[in-house]
């Protein structure tokens, strides 16, 4: 999230889109329930089915699922012909007025330097500003030249128009129209939008680029940086945010560092990239200290052994030779035969990735495979027939499984990260039962064995195991607090900081600023510096006072950064340094310094006419509209098809010429063969979560099992009525990678939508049940789930595939 679960309730609109946050972010929630209570807010929800969300809506529109770009490229496109944009903002905070290199095109959907051969864009070198002979990028402040952002922006979205918006999203076109309508009011100066999504954007083939499309939307209403806006991803699991936060991503390290790649042996080269050197005249970016982070990482995790002759042990990383090896790259691998072993921790794959019988048959081939979960998941017994539920011939595969049972979250103490980048401590509520053991115990002692036989044997190359620093006071269990604390970081040497304060050697940093690229300092994730200081674990504390009045709780645990709850807040002030709005104050330059209600996102004592930009994480401090070379499939976001579209054709490109979906997703070869068309799958498909169940681990427990205890899907009444299937019949879904039974839900919440001149049906595949636990048995639903997906995440497409529906 850009802004906090409690600010919402500092917002005038809320837009639920993408997600169904009253059942799968109850908690959370109740803070969309306050501002409409408190805040005479107002909530509209745009989703395929009318959920529980819409329930309490004050207007739902329902969607194609897949089509949500083209929905937002037509409210940039009316944003823009209406004028209703905050000027002001757009003009001094955002790229509209940069230069766009003239080799940049665009045509029948796709960008400049496509490979077609290679399905991705091999030559993003157009995908750039234009730069004058002083280094800095050239901008017409007019908007009138034509390269310049607003001006590409302006010609991009002008094929959006309504009834082309209204063709492919299947919305009728008076309900885009007031939709449009509520949202613009929101470019004015005292309202704020904000926009919670989830899933519902990320399942898809072109899922980052949805969410581009909204972060466009609010910086043209100004609504990013203030109380009440931003861009919420209202995330999954309860530390979901902790597991990217802590680089456990194949190409990532901690607080977004990334991985060497293979061509980067060389420590200058790799350091220079990330610091963004040599620097543009002007240039901003908090990367710029780059350096900083890595080599206090390093001393986090090499101790003594990282020094500046061996550039801070900089050999002992992995260098990776592929952009990532992220879980349908290693799932497509192991199904060719080229991955023996897999640790399984805390993931129930055959259940949780796209097309299951293809994961199936990948865990067929390895040799080995272990399961760590207090559970017995249906990956642990992936070899095991369960008649028609998981119909495999067990005596084919000879895959070793071996299972380390572990305790789970409530079984130990630590910290997890939610959506609002808060790190809460958590207490443990009991000993985990029989053998279990914690996952930090499993892994240590693993680690202590392997280093073991790599002290007695030797090894290609032991060093990284060898020097590993270790200094725990159990070595078989270090401690959450050892952990939080080594997270958070120390000074390895007496230093003085940028403030003239004299550190102590030993002593806990106080925040990343502190951090030095001389070996003085040592942190495990420069983002989480300042959770565990000197005056103790900032994590527990549970102060929930409000004294400004504007939901920000500074008390209240602790969020990474620098306990910010709003991002980019300098962009809630004017370039003077005043607040927008009185009603929507936040930071301010007082005379002085920069004050507010929460901690500045800026250098404290740097006057307004210094002219520092708000968006301090890009080299540019503006926001963008024009990505330059970050996504993959160009820098302005483009509505292409699912990959199975229920339509055959995207209706920007009537004649089928150019691109009709992502032309640079994430699909590997095999898989082209699987894909079904809608003559024979005519049904667009979507597949979600209940609230009485997690995922597919809820169901080994009696009482959510009793709550929801057999598989069903949902099935509009008026398709339901040309099939001939009442509520309660058994119904067959089948895709053209298999089928799953189910007894059918007829509902009125699942309307047909005109579609591009025919009419288009959603099938609701809840995504709970599977062959353990205490539910029924019921299929996994991803048995019907294509294995692609986005080509920045690599997220699988789960929310839109093609089905057929039959009565059993
Ligand atoms: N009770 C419960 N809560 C959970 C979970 C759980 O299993 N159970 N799981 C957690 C996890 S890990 C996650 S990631 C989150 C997920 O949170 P959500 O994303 O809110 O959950 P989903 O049920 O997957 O819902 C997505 C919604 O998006 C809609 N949708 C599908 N396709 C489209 C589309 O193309 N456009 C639009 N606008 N909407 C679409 C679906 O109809 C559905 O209502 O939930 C978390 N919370
Ligand atoms: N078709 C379709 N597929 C989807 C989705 C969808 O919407 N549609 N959603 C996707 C999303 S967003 C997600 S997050 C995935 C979820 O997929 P998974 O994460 O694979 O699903 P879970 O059932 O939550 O599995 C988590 C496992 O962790 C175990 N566990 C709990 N606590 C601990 C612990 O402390 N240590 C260890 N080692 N294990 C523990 C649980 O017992 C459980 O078996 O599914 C994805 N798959
Ligand atoms: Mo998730």
Known sequence: MTNTWTDIANANLILVMGGNAAEAHPCGFKWVTEAKAHNAARLIVIDPRFTRTASVADYYAPIRTGTDIAFMGGLINYLLTEDKIQHEYVRNYTDLSFLVDPGFTFEDGIFSGYDAAKRRYTDKTTWNYQYAADGFAMVDPTLQDPRCVYQLLKQHYSRYNLELVSQICGMPTESIQKIWEEIATCSAPGKTMTILYALGWTQHSIGSQIIRSAAMVQLLLGNVGMPGGGVNALRGHSNIQGLTDLGLLSNTLTGYLTLPSDSEQDYDTYIFKRALKPLRPGQMSYWQNYGKFHVSLMKSWYGANATADNHWGYDYLPKIDVPSYDILKMFDMMGQGKVNGYMCQGFNPIAALPDKNRVTAALAKLKWLVIMDPLATETSEFWKNVGPYNDVKSADIQTEVIRLPTTCFAEEDGSLVNSSRWLQWHWKGADG?????????????????????????????????????????????????????????????????????????????????????????????????????????????????????????????WAWPANRRILYNRASCDPQGKPWAENKRLVW??????????????????????????????????????????????????????????????????????????????????????????????????????????????????????????????????????????????????????????????????????????????????????????????????????????GNSQTPESKSFLVNVEKV
């Open 433 to 557: 039962p029989g053998l279990a053991r914690t996952d930090i115990r499993i892994m240590s002692e693993l680690f202590l064995r392997l280093r073991q036989r790599y002290q007695a044997n030797g090894g290609a190359y032991a060093e990284p195991m060898m020097k590993l620093s270790w200094p725990y006071k159990v070595p078989e269990e270090p401690s959450p607090e050892e952990l939080a604390r080594e997270i958070n970081g120390s000074a390895t040497a007496d230093f003085t900081d940028a403030t003239g304060a004299t550190i102590k050697a030993g002593a806990q940093l106080a925040g990343f600023g502190q951090l030095k690229d001389d070996g003085s300092t040592a942190s495990g994730c420069w983002i989480f510096c300042g959770s565990w200081t000197e005056a103790g674990n900032q994590m527990a504390r549970r102060d929930n006072s409000d004294p400004y009045g504007t939901h920000q709780h500074q008390g209240w645990a």
């Open 589 to 790: 330059w007082n005379g002085k310094t920069w004050a507010g209600t929460d901690i500045p996102d800026y250098k404290a004592d740097s006057p307004p006419e210094a002219g520092m930009n708000p968006f301090i994480m890009a080299p540019e401090g503006v926001g963008r509209f024009f990505t330059r070379d970050n996504m993959a499939e160009g820098p302005f976001p483009e509505h292409y098809e699912p990959f199975e579209t229920p339509i055959g054709i995207n209706p920007l490109h009537p004649n089928n010429k150019g691109a009709t979906s992502n032309p640079a997703a994430r699909i590997f070869d095999s898989v082209w063969d699987t894909l079904g068309v809608a003559k024979d799958y005519p049904y667009a498909a979507t597949s979600y979560r209940l609230t009485e169940h997690f995922h597919f681990w809820s169901k080994h427990c009696k009482l959510n099992a009793i709550t929801q205890p057999e598989q069903f899907v949902e099935i509009g009444e008026v398709l339901a009525k040309e099939k001939g299937i009442v509520a309660g019949d058994k119904v067959r879904v089948s895709s053209r990678r298999g089928f799953i039974e189910a007894v059918a839900v007829v509902t009125k919440r699942i309307r047909p939508l005109q579609v591009n001149g025919q009419v288009v049906h959603h099938i609701g595949i809840p995504l709970h049940w599977g062959f353990t636990g205490l539910t029924r048995h019921g299929y996994l639903t991803n048995t019907l789930v294509p294995f692609l997906g986005d």
